[in-house]
């Protein structure tokens, strides 16, 4: 089933736009994941699982969108970082764009760890205008996700960017992207420095543990590990997808708001 925006007939988006009501917005970033991997790696990541998922519980699957919250990573080559307005503005205009092309339900789906905040502070922001359409925001990394034994978690090392885990996926999305041959770090790459210690927020700390991008154990990685991962992934988001489609508490709470706003 063709579920890609960007590859469905007038006809046939109409229809499963009028059918479904829901859109996936799959966000991720352009930014360093160490020497080996693509930067495109977290919006290649989310949107094959966005694409999987909808193909389980149908819905519209945006194509990938690179532009997130990437400050921590400004000072690689490679990185696109727009300023927090246009950020903002950017992704406001294109929800907007969305939902007027029929949908009443838009799931921005994260793949990238630094917009967590940042989407956060968006869907928050919108309570500001009166939309005729929901957001939510989610990432892709569920319970049957995170439930996938990886060799690094067992190690005691977490990893988390363009480790075992990443790696893995994106041999079983873009094998020819994947090279390991550039991987020179020493494994487990372990945090350098920690910042936590001093009791407040830095916008470096994640620089401070981890100045080349890139932590756990890239090595450990293979294409059938991704493939598992992916399934559990896509199996995650479906669920998510069923939900949010019979969701009427959020919508409901939404129109009370507005009209609580307008009376005040």
């Given at each position: 089933?063709?579920?890609?925006?960007?590859?469905?007939?007038?006809?046939?988006?109409?229809a499963?736009?009028?059918?479904?009501?829901?859109?996936i917005?799959?966000?991720g970033?352009?930014e360093?994941?160490?020497?080996?991997?693509?930067?495109?790696?977290?919006?290649?990541?989310?949107?094959?699982?966005?694409?999987r998922?909808?193909?389980?519980?149908?819905?519209?699957?945006?194509?990938?969108?690179?532009?997130?919250?990437?400050h921590e990573?400004?000072?690689?080559?490679?990185?696109?970082?727009?300023?927090?307005?246009?950020?903002?503005e950017?992704?406001?205009?294109?929800?907007?764009?969305?939902?007027?092309?029929?949908?009443?339900?838009?799931?921005?789906l994260?793949g990238?760890?630094?917009?967590?905040?940042?989407?956060?502070?968006?869907?928050?922001?919108?309570?500001?205008?009166e939309?005729?359409?929901?957001?939510?925001?989610?990432?892709?990394?569920?319970?049957?996700?995170?439930?996938?034994p990886?060799?690094?978690?067992?190690?005691?090392?977490?990893?988390?960017?363009?480790d075992?885990?990443?790696?893995?996926?994106m041999?079983?999305?873009?094998?020819?992207?994947v090279?390991?041959?550039?991987?020179?770090?020493?494994?487990?790459?372990?945090?350098?420095?920690?910042?936590?210690?001093?009791?407040?927020?830095?916008?470096?700390w994640?620089y401070?543990?981890?100045?080349?991008?890139?932590?756990?154990?890239?090595?450990l990685?293979?294409?059938?590990?991704?493939?598992?991962?992916?399934?559990?992934?896509?199996?995650?988001?479906?669920?998510?997808?069923?939900?949010?489609?019979?969701?009427?508490?959020?919508?409901?709470?939404?129109k009370?708001f507005?009209?609580?706003?307008?009376?005040?």
């Amino acid at each position: 089933m063709q579920v890609r925006w960007e590859y469905l007939t007038p006809a046939d988006f109409k229809a499963l736009a009028q059918k479904e009501k829901l859109c996936i917005l799959p966000i991720g970033s352009l930014e360093r994941h160490g020497e080996h991997l693509p930067f495109g790696t977290d919006a290649l990541i989310v949107h094959t699982v966005a694409v999987r998922a909808a193909q389980q519980e149908p819905c519209v699957v945006f194509p990938p969108y690179w532009f997130g919250q990437v400050h921590e990573a400004a000072c690689f080559a490679g990185t696109v970082n727009f300023n927090q307005k246009l950020l903002l503005e950017m992704l406001e205009t294109l929800v907007d764009q969305i939902a007027g092309n029929g949908f009443e339900k838009i799931l921005i789906l994260n793949g990238h760890g630094g917009n967590t905040h940042f989407l956060q502070y968006f869907a928050m922001s919108q309570c500001d205008r009166e939309l005729d359409y929901t957001i939510y925001t989610g990432f892709y990394q569920g319970e049957r996700f995170n439930a996938v034994p990886w060799e690094t978690q067992l190690q005691g090392n977490l990893g988390g960017h363009a480790d075992e885990i990443e790696t893995s996926l994106m041999m079983a999305i873009a094998p020819e992207a994947v090279k390991m041959e550039y991987q020179k770090f020493r494994e487990p790459v372990d945090p350098l420095y920690d910042t936590s210690s001093l009791g407040v927020y830095t916008g470096y700390w994640w620089y401070a543990l981890y100045p080349e991008h890139v932590n756990g154990c890239p090595s450990l990685a293979s294409r059938e590990k991704g493939e598992k991962a992916l399934e559990a992934a896509a199996a995650d988001v479906a669920e998510m997808i069923r939900k949010l489609k019979a969701d009427t508490l959020t919508p409901s709470l939404q129109k009370e708001f507005y009209k609580r706003m307008r009376n005040k």
